[in-house]
């Protein structure tokens, strides 16, 4: 075989290679299709960054749905935090979802006994998917398999000792 014919066959294979490699990514994406997927383990943290001024100490994480990534934040308590800004009441079956028209980031927030969850996007997708209807199966699905969490293990909500887990993978509707 010629030095031609050699340098040829490599210059197709290397081809290849990169179209495989798009082939698994855009596999790999279909088979997370309808999946939220945790990007980072919670971390606790004081001074919600998401709340006027204050010293509360939360979980933290982040989470991809369908390549648009949610910020979480997890405030224990029972009574939530001090904050006159104007919430209003989402359409959302699964959870009461309250959200803010007037953020520079799209935010939402869940009540529930024992602890408060905000969810933000990134700014500028206030209009997509997540943010039109995908955030309330996000929201349902996350309290319904956390809970399930804190129902089964010995952790401490209140003192975030040791801190709860975070659902790794959720399913939701597509």
Sequence with gaps: MSRASVLLVFLLASALVPLQAQ??????????????ILQRQPQVSRGVPVLPANTLRYLRSTYDYGGTLLEVYLVPGAEPPRDERSWELAACPAVTLEYLTD???????VPREGYLLYVTL????????????????????FVEVFEFFLAESPRRLETLRPPPEFPAVLQVPR
Excluded: I, K
């Design 23 to 36: 082939d698994r990514v855009q596999d790999r994406d279909e088979a997370f299709d309808g999946y939220v």
């Design 103 to 109: 953020e520079h980031l799209p935010l939402w927030r």
């Design 122 to 141: 990134p700014a500028g997708d206030a209009g997509n998917t997540v943010a039109s209807g995908g955030l309330c199966a996000f929201a349902g699905s």
